[in-house]
C-alpha cells in the first residue's frame, strides 16, 4: 500500500496579523523541511505550533496529520485527517491519505463507503471519480477502475490524479504504451512531477514507446 506523501504549502494565513503570518509560515516551513527529511516527530511538533496561533487551518491539520502517519501515530493520524476535512471536504490529498489510512488498517467498507458519499454530495467533481477509480484498482477490478477513471477524464481532462491512476493501470493491463501517454501528459503541465518523471523514464528504459495509430 502506498504512502501519501503530499504535504500542504505555505498559503494558509489569512486573517492572521503580518507579524503572526510569519510566524505561521515560519512554523509551516520548518515542519515541511523535516518532514522532507524523514524526521516526522519533530515535523509534527512544528505542524503543532503553528496551529496554536491559527487553530483549525484545514491545511495545518492536514500537515500534522501526515506527519503523525509517517510518524506511525495511527490514530492521531486518522484523527486530524477527519478534522481537516470536516473543514474543508474536498482536500483530494488529505481525503487519499485518509482512505489509504483506512485501507492499511483493513477498514475497506469503510474507506468505500466514503468515496461513495463524497461522489454522492459531489457528482461533477472529477477528484471524486478518480479515487473511486483508485479504490476499484486497489481492489483488482481494473476493468471497472478503467471506466470509472475515464469518466473522470471526461469531466476533467487535466485531472492529474485520474491520468496517473489511469497510467497505473494500464501498466497492470500490460499496456506500458498508454501509460508512457499519460504520464507525458502530467509532465507537460508540470515538469517537476518528480515521481512521474522518473517513472515515465523508467518505462523508456524498458522499451515502452507510444502507441501506434489505429
Known sequence: MKWACWIA???LVLGCSSAEKERIRAYNADGVFLYAHRRYREAAQSFQAALRLKPNDPALLYNLASAYDRAGYVPLAERNYRASLQLDPNQVECRH???VLLLRTGRQ?????????????????????AEDGWLLAERG???????RLQ?????????????MELARVYEK???PDRALVLY????DRDPKETEIAARYNFLLTKGARRPKPE
Open 109 to 129: 467498507k469503510e474507506a468505500e463507503q466514503m468515496v461513495q458519499e463524497w461522489l454522492q454530495n459531489n457528482p461533477r467533481l472529477a477528484a471524486a471519480y
Open 173 to 175: 493491463l500490460n499496456r
Open 141 to 147: 477490478d481494473l476493468p471497472a477502475a478503467r471506466a
Open 97 to 99: 491519505a485518509l482512505h
Open 184 to 187: 507525458e501528459r502530467i509532465l
Open 151 to 163: 469518466q473522470a477524464l471526461d469531466l476533467d481532462p487535466h485531472c492529474t490524479r485520474a491520468l
Open 9 to 11: 504549502g505555505l498559503a
